[in-house]
């Protein structure tokens, strides 16, 4: 708990007494503003923004053409639900995210609330292209906290173990991640095993995968997993899905991470920093899968909310105006040429090299140096020494040891930096 703190100290405890005992937090601080990469509480301490919301800020806090948009929707209209009156901002952004996506031919895109219900209607969405149930993902997968994408969320604590158990017709494939001795080879071979074992390839509506998987520890989906899903999805007619919800919006480097292959999905979730912080989500696909469902069958009171969908719009213009593709890279050498020295200072925690594509950078702590064991209890000491010295930082990874780092790509060098140097900081303590 921060130091000398009454006012954030008071709120958590009112915190426990109101709030349901299974939302976690991570942060033992309540914001009072915030702006770009920097929040302050409500006694007015300020903190560099090292988690942006779990990659929902990746243009900042309240940056100013995503408020004003907000704003000028506000003075027309705020709902209408689009499946009673239809209106131009939702059209215009699905047009938007149809031309950006890496998909060929032609596109279209629904938009929802949250990315749980992005993944959970990706998959009604190949359920109906397909006429098939089955689903396959991966370990260590985080899909959303709903009861489908819940199942196919591949880590049983703390999302399945309390809840009974998940829905049926779900198998999980390891995933390959360096030194688990898992290859790409194996995880091919384990769906095929999948396919003898437990569901016939015939009946397998979809194979969903995080480009990057986010809660399992920031660990890129090799190529040649890509190219081997393709090709076993091609051979059995099965739908291939981009879970983008954390990885989207520039975060890699490229506005989808699925820029970094050579093969195309055919259906992407999009959530997170596609509004700025506004709730919006959504699913881009191949038009002819997209249209497989009837007319009522997808959609929610509040998707495509005009107000999150202006913002989204402003967030795509801010991405062209501000270069910010270049940006993420740009923070992402600077993150990684930290967090390498880091790696080989000896007055500092054992931490391994940095992973991650463009400024979705994460790194593992360690028990001894030079080996692979991590060490969970020291991660959640540097997380906790880390807020009580202003940085906002967060942990993930299947063993509770990687330190994730999802800074905005707003940020200014001089903030990106000032939060390393208080990295260093708690490492060294």
């Not at 038009?287 to 497989?292: E, G, Q, R």
């Not at 967030?315 to 993420?328: H, K, N, P």
Request: include cysteine; aromatic fraction near 6%.
């Amino acid at each position: 708990m921060v130091a000398n703190s009454a006012a954030n100290e008071e709120l958590l405890a009112r915190r426990h007494e109101a709030v349901v005992r299974g939302v976690s937090y991570a942060t033992p601080l309540f914001a009072d503003r915030a702006l770009n990469s920097e929040v302050w509480d409500v006694e007015g301490k300020r903190y560099v923004d090292f988690a942006g919301g779990i990659a929902v800020l990746n243009t900042g806090h309240c940056h100013p053409h995503v408020v004003a948009a907000i704003r000028a929707q506000l003075d027309r209209f705020t709902h209408t639900c689009f499946q009673v009156l239809q209106y131009e901002p939702y059209v215009r952004l699905s047009e938007r995210l149809n031309a950006l996506a890496p998909i060929a031919g032609p596109a279209k895109s629904i938009l929802l609330t949250t990315g749980a219900e992005a993944t959970e209607n990706a998959i009604k969405i190949a359920r109906a292209a397909t006429g098939r149930s089955g689903i396959i993902a991966f370990t260590g997968a985080f899909h959303g906290r709903t009861a489908l994408a819940n199942a196919m969320t591949g880590k049983v604590m703390p999302y399945k173990k309390p809840f009974g158990p998940p829905l049926p017709g779900v198998w999980h494939a390891p995933f390959p991640i360096a030194g688990s001795n898992v290859s790409v080879e194996d995880t091919l071979s384990y769906i095929n095993f999948i396919f003898k074992a437990d569901v016939d390839a015939s009946q397998v509506a979809a194979i969903i995968i995080e480009p990057v998987q986010g809660e399992g520890g920031f660990h890129p989906a090799p190529p040649e997993l890509m190219r081997g899903l393709r090709r076993i999805c091609d051979a059995h007619g099965i739908v291939l899905v981009a879970d983008e919800v954390q990885t989207g919006f520039g975060r890699t480097g490229k506005m989808f991470a699925m820029e970094h292959y050579d093969v195309q999905p055919d259906l992407i979730c999009v959530a997170k920093s596609l509004a700025g912080g506004m709730p919006l989500s959504g699913v881009i696909g191949r038009a002819a899968i997209m249209d497989a469902a009837e007319p009522g069958g997808l959609g929610g009171t509040y998707g495509g909310n005009p107000l999150a969908c202006a913002a989204a719009l402003a967030v795509l213009d801010v991405f062209e105006q501000e270069r910010l593709l270049d940006r993420a890279n740009a923070i992402g050498d600077r993150l990684r040429a930290a967090i390498e020295r880091f790696s080989r200072a000896n007055n500092l925690v054992p931490i391994s090299g940095p992973r991650g594509p463009g400024a979705m950078v994460a790194f593992d702590i360690l028990k001894q140096r030079g080996s692979d064991e991590p060490d969970a209890e020291m991660t959640r000491r540097v997380t906790r020494v880390a807020h009580e010295n202003g940085l906002i930082l967060l942990s993930c990874g299947v063993t509770a040891s990687t330190i994730r780092i999802l800074v905005p790509l707003t940020a200014s060098d001089a903030i990106v930096d000032e939060g390393l140097a208080i990295l260093e900081k708690c490492l060294a303590a």
